[in-house]
């Protein structure tokens, strides 16, 4: 049984919009289409405003307004464009709440993350990046007895930038602070499942920077993220979602071979050493908290710690108290701020889940905790609400092997630090892993030998904007947040001079 949450106390519905144009060229603009798509809120299932239907045509006016903006936003002092980023920051920050609410009714998510941690961060990575630009002054040449060489940074142009639902005004920020820092303009379409938030976002900060920095174009992806990802007029291309449309991305920005960052799905491991259990209680606790954190933010995480490996000795004593934890999670409105789970992002979402819930049962998978959809009541019915679930089986089956996406961990056992190793790296992604030990040789040698971009240790579900983060394998290439990201966004020109 999972505890149900009192309705109470949840949070008020800011009122939105009937519905919201693209933004472009620093106006609302309508759809060239005239067609509004509904924007619903998982919460409940109910439409709750419209977003405008972009098409290629769009997307080129959208282009046109970057491109006349990069000429003179493209030549722009670092330190200018440090302080816009931090007036950014500074309106997210005093409009936290606001956002954080908006989020929560677009996407699902629980409002205590949103406030916690989505908003906080975005507000983080502009001040970063803001800082990361001014740390530069100064330091562009090198010298030699008879010669200079200058290398420049020089903004790499125009970007379209295509976003994901699962942390849509998070992952909309991790792409437009370094685009913006490095000096280019930027179109971004967000995912059709979650237009809202960063319209709503526009509202707040659309009057920050000169008019056609930043566009944003709304709608589907074919009609709107194909177009923006194909077109000649567009020097980059950053995407985060799924493996298989990142794939299409990269076909499409290759026929104008520009570079491409793609941050795609994940299988993520959490490794569960012997000397867990031996530890104090506090480290027990923390690495308990750790296995449950595959339902954070609903199990819509590309970092999902969606694979529960533990030591054999360890696993009757430690799965037991994770089971429990698990049970414990409390589930309904996300705009209750006791709820720790909300609903899926979507319908298609909520299906999806609830089919590989299935295929696991199919499989003979064991279900150790959940298994089912979460029935709301309460005028929430409609919403797409599913109980965290454990399900205990082996590495082979395909709820092991394929992405869920939702709050669902597979959890087996080893019997030496090799098979631990082999079991985590038997996968086709590589973004995160978990490892989890009081040995000082695992605790080094382990995350060595894992194949993923960003393996915690002892920890787990920490972004901070100064560490990069990006896949191995199919999990993708570049690099998100660290300074590094800029040059994602640059080119550099060397000037050497002899005089
Ligand atoms: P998705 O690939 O379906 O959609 C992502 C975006 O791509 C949306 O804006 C969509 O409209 C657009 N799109 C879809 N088809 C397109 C096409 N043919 N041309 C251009 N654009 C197109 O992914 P999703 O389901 O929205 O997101 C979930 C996926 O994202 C998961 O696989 C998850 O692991 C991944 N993800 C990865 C990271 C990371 O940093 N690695 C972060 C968050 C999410």
């Not at 597979?410 to 790296?425: G, L, P, Q, R, Y």
Request: proline residues 5%; negative net charge; glycine residues 8%.
């Amino acid at each position: 049984t999972v505890a149900v949450a009192p309705t109470p106390n949840v949070a008020e519905r800011p009122s939105f919009k009937s519905r919201y144009d693209h933004f472009i060229d620093g106006e609302w603009v309508a759809p060239s289409s005239g067609e509004y798509f509904d924007s619903i809120s998982p919460i409940d299932g109910k439409p709750f405003t419209q977003a405008a239907r972009g098409n290629a045509r769009d997307i080129d006016k959208a282009i046109d307004a970057a491109l006349k903006a990069f000429e003179t936003w493209g030549k722009t002092a670092a330190a200018y464009r440090s302080n816009l980023l931090l007036k950014i920051a500074q309106i997210v920050e005093d409009n936290l709440d606001y956002l954080a609410t908006v989020e929560c009714i677009d996407n699902g998510k629980a409002i205590r993350e949103t406030r916690a941690a989505d908003l906080p961060l975005v507000v983080d990575h502009f001040r970063y990046f803001a800082g990361v630009i001014r740390s530069e002054e100064g330091s562009m040449s090198e010298h030699d007895e008879t010669t200079v060489s200058i290398n420049l940074h020089e903004p790499i142009g125009i970007v379209g930038q295509i976003i994901p639902w699962n942390f849509p005004l998070l992952m909309a920020a991790w792409k437009i602070a370094p685009a913006l820092a490095a000096g280019c303009c930027v179109v971004v379409k967000p995912a059709e499942q979650t237009p809202t938030g960063i319209m709503v976002l526009m509202e707040l900060i659309g009057h920050v920077l000169p008019k056609g920095v930043l566009n944003v174009v709304t709608g589907f992806g074919v009609e709107a993220g194909k177009p923006l990802a194909s077109s000649p007029r567009v020097n980059k291309v950053a995407f985060t979602g799924e493996t298989t449309t990142g794939r299409l991305i990269m076909q499409y920005a290759s026929e104008n071979l520009i570079p491409v960052t793609m941050e795609l799905g994940g299988k993520s491991p959490n490794i569960f050493f012997e000397s867990v259990m031996d530890a104090d209680d506090e480290f027990l606790d923390k690495a308990v908290e750790g296995a449950v954190m595959f339902a954070l933010n609903q199990g819509e995480v590309c970092t999902c710690p969606s694979r529960i490996l533990v030591h054999e000795h360890i696993y009757d004593a430690f799965i037991k108290r994770v089971v429990e934890r698990t049970k414990a999670i409390k589930l309904g409105n996300p705009l209750d701020p006791t709820v720790m789970m909300g609903a899926q992002a979507s319908d298609d979402q909520y299906q999806k889940i609830l089919s590989y819930l299935d295929i696991g049962k199919q499989e003979g998978a064991e279900v150790l905790a959940g298994g089912e959809a979460f029935k709301q009541n309460g005028g929430l019915e409609n919403g797409y609400y599913i109980q965290p679930t454990l399900l205990k089986g082996n590495n082979k089956m395909r709820v092991f092997q394929e992405e869920i996406f939702g709050p669902v961990s597979c959890v087996t056992t080893f019997k030496t630090t090799e098979e631990a190793i082999a079991i985590a790296n038997d996968s086709l992604y590589g973004l995160g892993a978990g490892v989890w030990t009081r040995d000082a040789h695992e605790l080094y040698q382990v995350p060595r030998a894992i194949q993923a971009g960003r393996v915690w240790v002892n920890c787990y579900h920490a972004y901070p904007a100064h560490a990069p983060f990006g896949g191995y394998k199919k999990s993708g290439f570049g690099r998100e947040t660290h300074k590094m990201m800029l040059n994602h966004y640059r080119q550099t020109k060397n000037m050497l001079i002899s005089y």
